[in-house]
């Protein structure tokens, strides 16, 4: 168990969750390295998530060390839906409910305002993620609807799984 994770586990009643901050970027680039199988992506790329778009974005905090993050935003073209980007918990912080906990929180900031769908990708062999998603559906008695987004052809030679479109809603208000 790293530090973190040991700090994450002693301090497992003193949870914040808050928008991020710039400064954030580095810790939530190796928080996703912790949590395959999600894609890491590059570390500029959550600097300007924890910046450009912290208002669609959430970490969760306990005792100082980053033990969740949420990533979204806001389809440009269907304002009404949220696109989940990622969702990462440590390990140490997993089988809590944290994930749908960040998601509940994204949702009643000013910024999802008038959000009707949440859509998301999820990769057939990432349950757990699935799971969050299955369980805010039946939790808000709403409709669940999935859907081939991407293929393996559009990645390529890169070995990657097809992502699978969910797409939950409509949301009560």
Not at 34 to 53: E, G, M, Q, T, V
Not at 89 to 113: I, K, N, T
Not at 119 to 126: C, G, L
Request: aromatic share 8%; proline share 5%.
């Amino acid at each position: 168990m790293t530090q973190a994770q040991s700090k994450i586990a002693a301090a497992a009643d003193t949870l914040l969750l808050r928008k991020p901050h710039l400064a954030d970027g580095q810790a939530v680039h190796a928080l996703v390295r912790r949590c395959p199988p999600l894609d890491l992506n590059s570390s500029y790329s959550y600097f300007l998530l924890c910046s450009h778009h912290a208002d669609t974005c959430v970490v969760a905090e306990q005792a100082g060390a980053l033990a969740g993050f949420l990533s979204a935003y806001r389809l440009p073209q269907v304002p009404h839906t949220l696109f989940v980007w990622q969702v990462a918990v440590d390990a140490a912080a997993r089988g809590h409910g944290l994930a749908g906990r960040m998601l509940e929180e994204l949702l009643v900031r000013p910024s999802c305002a008038g959000v009707q769908f949440i859509e998301t990708t999820v990769s057939p062999s990432n349950l757990a993620s699935r799971r969050v998603f299955e369980r805010f559906a039946a939790q808000r008695h709403t409709v669940w609807q999935e859907e081939v987004f991407l293929t393996r052809g559009h990645f390529g030679s890169e070995a990657h799984e097809e992502e699978i479109l969910l797409r939950i809603g409509p949301l009560a208000d």
